[in-house]
């Protein structure tokens, strides 16, 4: 059946490009991005786990950050609140952090977080976790909850046809480069349902993790710390 199982093909920008071609890459990415509100589910998710007191001031870790454009969008919007939330972002390429020129940034992987246990209110990763495969999925949630004191929070794709067309209008629309076009086809094929995420959740040790699906586009994964 059509997307009935993640595809395993590596993305163009897994591997690493030069600093030319991965800022094309984020130019393009941080304006599909917008258009799908990908910093929506942390604004609708964070407060209702963690209530408006704990929000006034969280330290947040953002796994897989990439250019740190996550970070820096949820401390704006923070800051409208009169909340103070400081985002470090983590990320294995060097290069998509140098992006990040304002941000605090630490550079290491999303498998062994270079982290002390409970460092941090919250662990969050947006669109990174169908990069990797379903084991590394396990050790990034076993990581991520050993490393955050109150919450982890996951955001992905959710692979189904209609994301997958919506996407492939969306491309068609506006010029983008042809590896970021067959990358962002290929995140959809990659990514998640929510009973392989809920598996995978409970292989972590996270039994009590909810698994979701917002508007069709995005499963999300919420881990609250009792």
Known sequence: MFLSRRSAQAE??????????LAEFYRSLNAVNRFFAFAHPFQHWVPRLLGMEACRSLSILDVGAGDGTLGRELSRWAKHRQ?????TSLDSNCTA???NSHGMNVAGSALALPCRDASFDLVIASQMAHHLADKEVVQL???????ARAAVVISDLHR???LLFTLWLLLAL???????RADALLSVRRSWRVKELR???????LERACVGVAFGARVTLTSLHT
């Open 83 to 87: 909340w103070s939330w400081t985002v």
């Open 160 to 162: 189904n046809p209609l």
């Open 174 to 180: 506006r010029p983008h480069p042809a590896a970021f």
């Open 199 to 205: 598996g995978l959740a409970a292989q972590a040790g």
């Open 12 to 21: 163009y920008f897994d591997a690493e490009r030069p600093p030319q071609e």
């Open 97 to 99: 952090l140098q992006f």
């Open 141 to 147: 949630l076993r990581e991520a909850s050993r490393v």
